[in-house]
């Protein structure tokens, strides 16, 4: 018999008419790092969630070392040492370390301060963390958080953690320390499951690898005797070609001159600091950086959604050489000046779609101006969406059916499908294969390389290193709102991409 943890039984969850998990039979042993790898929608974070008190099962049962368990809420996993860090961090950001760590425990208890620091410097010491007790939220670092959410977890009495994608906005050098303290809670006979896309990680860091597809579980393999090739198909039902290509940049010319942008927040906070650089046609410009070092601030100003400040200039060159200044002018009259723009932004339904309309009637919205007095040309938009529906497999009821029901890996699909079809001149794309399976991602990446070939200049913001190193010709990087450095793309290494993006780094021009 072997040392089984945790074991699922034909466990099953339902969502109305969706199965997200169906007959669901697994075993995770004790002392290993297992990962867990499936498409969007394949069932991962619901079958976790389960494991963590969040959902309840509609069918099957979960053994805990072989006994029947019933868990109904997070207390009662936390009761039986399981806890889940989630990729959204669950904290309070004004309060310090060691009061996040109390949050929902026994209310009767009083507030030992000294006890609950040496709580937390015995956990340090035992897995080679590193955190400040009296450190407030708002402080911390996104490595930092991380760390206080796991050190949370085990502070509770958590013999099996659950890390959902744990290295999606840490540097090269983050990743490793998580590793390393990962290998050590291994060492101490810690079970630690890890939902990941990034394959890379899987092959180095797992013992086994659990495939889910399509809510049904497939098998888990020993990490030895895997690759990224065949857990790709084992996840897809199919062979995929996992060759990002990269072609040279023919005719370029500079299509967005970026001079001395900087912009600051509503509370007065510079988020943009001088930033300056050229974006080639026919080329993939990549930005990397830590999460929220001044991406997000980037496009929209390009774009005409954010303000800048006094001194700041965005120059776009058409193809009869004509330039036009960015800075000052709304989107609407950016397209009025017949600059061809198209931006796909990190808040998918916030700015990007309308939750309540359909894929046809978010088609429409880019070319709403189109229509005739009060009628509006309806065909052209469902016609685009019933390509973009095909093309880029959105799985929805129908191209009616409100974006806001959708995954959020289908979101992304209409949002990427319906900028990529206006025939952009400049195309920017903040995380655009976030939440996206591996098979659409790659569909993506193919996308934007015709778009290069087709003389566009591409920006696209990315979290994944290796990605942008395979896909992208130049590479800037973003560090506390400044341009830390420009690398090729070509001849990047991930150590020298990650200490530029924590500044560590005099800039280096390409």
Sequence with gaps: MENIALSLRNVTKRFGSVIANKDVSMDIRK??????????GSGKTTLMNMLSGIYYPDGGHIELEGERVNIRDPRDAFALGI???????????????????????????KLDRREIAASIKEICDRYGFIVDPDKKVYEMSVSEKQTLEIVKVLYRGANILILDEPTAVLTPQETEKLFAVIRNMKKDNKTVIIITHKLNEVLEISDRVAILRKGEYIDTVPTAEATAASLTEMMVGEKVDLNIERSEVKDKYVRLAVSHLSCIDEDGIKKLDDVSFEAYSGEILGIAGVS????????EAIAGLQPALSGSSVIFTNQEGVDNQLIGKSPSKIRNLGVHLSFVPEDRLGMGLVGSMGMADNMMLKDYKKGHGIFTDRKSPRTL????????QVVTPGISTPVSRLSGGNVQKVLVGREIAAAPSVLMT??????????TSYTIYQLLNEQKKKGVAVVYVGEDLDVLMELC???????????SGI?????AKKEELGMLMTGRREAVDA
């Design 487 to 491: 690398l090729d793309g070509r001849t």
């Design 83 to 109: 806890g889940m860090v989630h990729q959204h961090f669950k904290l309070v950001d004004t309060f310090t370390a060691a009061e996040n760590l109390i949050i929902g425990l026994d209310p009767n208890k």
């Design 385 to 392: 969406a019933k390509q973009v529906q095909d093309e880029l």
């Design 292 to 299: 929220g070092n001044g991406q997000k601030e980037l496009l």
């Design 473 to 483: 010709d130049r590479i800037l990087v973003l560090c506390g709102g400044k341009v």
């Design 430 to 439: 903040a995380y655009a294969v976030r939440g996206l399976d591996i098979n």
């Design 31 to 40: 002392g290993e790092i297992l990962a867990l790898l499936g498409e969007n």
